[in-house]
């Protein structure tokens, strides 16, 4: 009977074809949905990060049929994973990493510069956008192929917008400075009766991070010394702080809302402007096609106004990086890179998104200018601005800056005392790397 | 045995207790059966039709889901019955047996209460790197077979029983392990369904060491397997399907509570009336 079983065994080992393919590791963020998208290659049919991201993959796998391509997704961002897989000696091939993060890895020699063997595969690094360029580039070398660029952005209710008197020939009308800003707000305030703003501001540290860098830059100062530093304790630090304490203590905003609800807040109609990133442009953008939504033939969206001396709007950006790994073939390194080749290609694909391309390219190419809005949000490929890369730690960071702006903004502490605590707080962490 | 009958008014505190602990579970319930689409521009709309099963759908539509619920069973069972077996063990020596340094050892076990995970993970992530262990059952089984707890309360358990049973057995001549196994072990039954329990719903909703240990899919617990399905803003634009990722992890735990609970209430009624 041992026996029978045995050679039982044995035939079925037999009758097994071994896969000769070699194994490319994809590690990425962005969530599963393989119900829906699970076996589907018609990557321009796909809609939404997830979707367009798992047809990508699909279909590459399909056009290339001498890789299999293993597909590890991991929980947002999975830098955790990464980590202990790094100290195991168990990278993947190619993980999704963020722009501000990419520094935190390359320093410790961690990732493989991917500039020159990008450039063989045939991808035009020179055609980067600047935005996607300074995500990747340190020390004058490319660490990844960026995938996006993502930045916040004033998301419009029009239907609003229009009853506050605040559109002029089918566009809205944007402030220039802080002035002007204030007293279309209170404008907006007493015709419609809302406030001007939509703004999670209870449990979300991240949005007040980005409206604080946004407008030191836009005063062209910088949070940051060019030794690494934080470099808070500034009049345009102060500024952009008082800015935002002002509009909340003048009602200017929906308060005590967290991103659900404020996402929520939106949706139905509560203010005008969104302050919110890129990806919720395809969501607004649907609502705005449906019959009695609030948004309803009445959505909108523009980078950040200028209210200061220089039009800049703080940003980050998805990459594809490979983490590096002594034991990675050659054929591997091969499948990696052809992936990347490939993923380039779709660019304008992914940019359905809704954030923002990575080549000029395609964002003169007319299938870029012909999705809605992206004529408006074009201007951010030069005008967005990520954080130095000798900022290294910039998610944790981001949550210092965060919780201690929306205690200054909440008018629970005074500006002054937040930006020494914050500059403080900051200093240690880089202090100690 | 008479049923005891609780004052009106204690029943009536324990309903509204009772009512208020079972509001969140409904409402995870309730979301689970909306579209996400729905919830995102409102969550009351929980109250109202229509409802869908599309959420739970979608997790079966994920291939791998099923290999993560086989690999948190065989985790989850894995470490239960080895925190039995080396409980029991270490219980009954500790109880019964005389060692030279048996007490420091004692203190020294639960001295192993008083540390966090956090503050050994790392050095336990590099013990199994530097065995290439990651990523294995093993790896993922036995961190969680040291139980300071586990010994702690069998050995309390082994001490409340009668040393005259022991002895009693030794006069008709079983040896120490007949003892042990035969007369001592079976009157633990509620001590050990109450631990494995326990350390069986600690296995099961572990997910640090699963996220770092476990980091191919293949591996996944499904505590990590669900939670990389996830996307970003999930709580935002992914409600639904959230809370049915909930619900769905939680069933496993409510069939084990469901079955074992005889035994929890007799360890928790026995507990008490010592």
Known sequence: ?433 | MRAMRLHPAALTLVIIGAVIMMIPLLWVLGLSFKSNAELLADTSRVFSPPYTLENYLNIFGNGEVFRWIINSLIVSLGMTTGVLVISSLAGYAFARLDFPFRNLIFIIVLLGLAVPEQAVIIARHQMFSAVEMHNTYFALIIPGMATPFGVFLMTQYFKAIPKDIDEAALLDGASRFTVFWKVLLPLTIPAQATLGIFVFLTAWNDYWWPLISGTNKEMFTLTVGIASTQQNFAQTEGLGFLMSQAVFAALPILIVYLIFQKYIIQAVAGAAGR
């Open chain 1, 1 to 433: 009977m041992r026996r029978a079983f045995l050679f039982l065994l044995l035939v079925i080992a037999a009758c097994t074809p071994s896969d000769e393919r070699t194994e490319l590791r994809i590690q990425r963020f962005f969530g599963a949905c393989d119900a829906d998208y699970g076996g589907r290659t018609d990557i321009a049919a796909a809609e939404g990060e997830c979707g367009i991201m798992t047809s990508i993959i699909n279909a590459f796998e399909a056009e290339n049929p001498d890789i299999r391509v293993n597909r590890n997704v991991v929980f947002w961002p999975g830098y955790d994973q990464l980590t202990a897989q790094l100290a195991a000696n168990d990278a993947p091939d190619l993980v999704t990493m963020h722009g501000s993060v990419i520094s935190d890895y390359q320093a410790r020699d961690l990732l493989l510069p991917l500039g020159d063997a990008m450039a063989e595969q045939g991808i035009n690094t020179a055609d980067f956008t600047d935005a996607a360029r300074r995500a990747v580039e340190i020390d004058g070398q490319l660490w990844g192929l960026p995938i996006d660029t993502w930045a916040p952005l004033w998301h419009i209710n029009m239907n609003l917008f229009r009853e506050a008197g605040l559109v002029e020939e089918g566009e809205p009308i944007l402030p220039t400075n802080k002035e002007e800003l204030f007293a279309q707000a209170e404008q907006f305030r007493q015709r419609t009766g809302k406030p001007y703003f939509v703004q999670a501001t209870a449990n979300e540290y991240a949005s007040f991070t980005r409206n604080f860098y946004t407008f030191i830059y836009q005063q062209g100062s910088s949070p940051y010394t060019e030794d690494g530093r934080a470099n808070f304790t500034t009049p345009e630090a102060a500024e952009a702080l008082s800015l935002f304490r002002e509009i909340y203590e003048r009602d200017m905003t929906t308060k005590n809302q967290d991103y659900s609800a404020s996402v929520s807040g939106f949706l139905n109609g509560q203010g005008g402007v969104y302050l919110v990133g890129t990806w919720m442009v395809g969501t607004f953008e649907q609502a705005s096609k449906e019959t009695g939504h609030a948004l309803e033939s009445g959505y909108t969206v523009y980078p950040y106004p200028q209210l200061y001396g220089r039009n800049v709007t703080y940003a980050d950006g998805h990459n594809w990086v490979m983490p590096a790994d002594p034991s990675r073939t050659p054929e591997e390194r091969e499948a990696a890179l052809r992936f990347l080749e490939f993923f380039a290609e779709q660019n304008v694909h992914w940019s359905r998104t809704g954030h923002l391309p990575v080549f000029q390219e395609t964002i003169d190419s007319a299938d870029w200018l012909a999705l809605p809005h992206r004529e408006n949000l074009a201007p951010l490929a030069a005008n967005a601005q990520p954080l130095p890369k000798s900022i290294r730690r910039q998610f944790p960071i981001e949550t210092i800056v965060g919780q201690e702006s929306a205690a200054a903004v909440t008018g629970a502490k005074p500006v002054d005392q937040t930006l020494a605590d914050m500059e403080r707080r900051i200093n240690t962490i880089l202090d100690n790397l």
